[in-house]
């Protein structure tokens, strides 16, 4: 499938950065580590990925009345208990990340099938707002991806130190060092 060239192509083209920063945070660790909260508000590496799995059939899908994948937390209601930000027990990481892998295929046929100015509504949105069109919602989900990913990245680097795809520009971890401590004198100029 092809995406269309200009606006569409760009969009998609972040869109799937932000997939794949996602997906590398996940790299390397334990099962533990992927689904055990690391914020007080229980934030978890897998629980994102689920997460945009849900914004990404949502918005791409369901928004338009295209098909799409049957998503237990929309199903069984518990997405309106935070259903869709950790996986149970019973959900395995390939599961979760197969069902993105899916909701990627299906969204990335949307963005090379209809183009941005149809309209869309996003079902669970109020009536009074619901009305929008599809590049508004594209525009939504390469936002709340990158930010999501943003904050995997930094989750993973309390983790374990890894850092995101462009430390290379920092250099080695003298580079790292050097920032660390100018940042901290920085800080403790104003204490």
């Known amino acids: 499938m092809s995406i269309p060239p200009g606006l569409p192509s760009d969009l998609h083209h972040y869109l799937q950065d932000a997939r794949d920063a996602m997906l590398r945070t996940l790299d390397g660790l334990s099962e533990y580590d992927v689904r055990r909260p690391?914020?007080?508000?229980?934030?978890?590496l897998l629980g994102l990925v689920k997460h945009l799995t849900g914004v990404e059939v949502g918005y791409f899908l369901q928004s338009?009345?295209?098909?799409?994948p049957t998503l237990p937390w929309d199903e069984d209601g518990s997405v309106w208990d935070n259903g869709d930000l950790w996986a149970r027990a019973d959900e395995s990481r390939s599961w979760v990340l197969d069902l993105y892998r899916e909701a990627w295929t299906?969204?990335?046929a949307a963005l090379a099938e209809v183009p941005?100015?149809?309209?869309?509504?996003?079902?669970?949105w109020p009536e009074a707002t619901r009305r929008t069109t599809f590049g508004h919602l594209v525009v939504r989900v390469v936002a709340e991806t990158a930010q999501h990913a943003g904050h995997a990245e930094i989750l993973r680097e309390g983790l374990d130190g890894q850092v995101g795809r462009d430390a290379a520009a920092f250099g080695e971890d003298a580079g790292?060092?050097?920032?660390?401590?100018?940042v901290?004198?920085?800080?403790?100029?104003h204490r």
Not at 64 to 68: E, T
Not at 184 to 189: E, F, H, L, S, V
């Open 106 to 108: 299906l969204s990335d």
């Open 64 to 68: 338009l009345g295209r098909p799409a």
């Open 176 to 182: 790292f060092e050097r920032l660390v401590a100018d």
């Open 38 to 44: 690391l914020t007080p508000t229980g934030t978890n």
């Open 116 to 124: 941005l100015d149809t309209p869309a509504e996003p079902p669970w």
């Open 184 to 189: 901290q004198r920085a800080a403790d100029a």
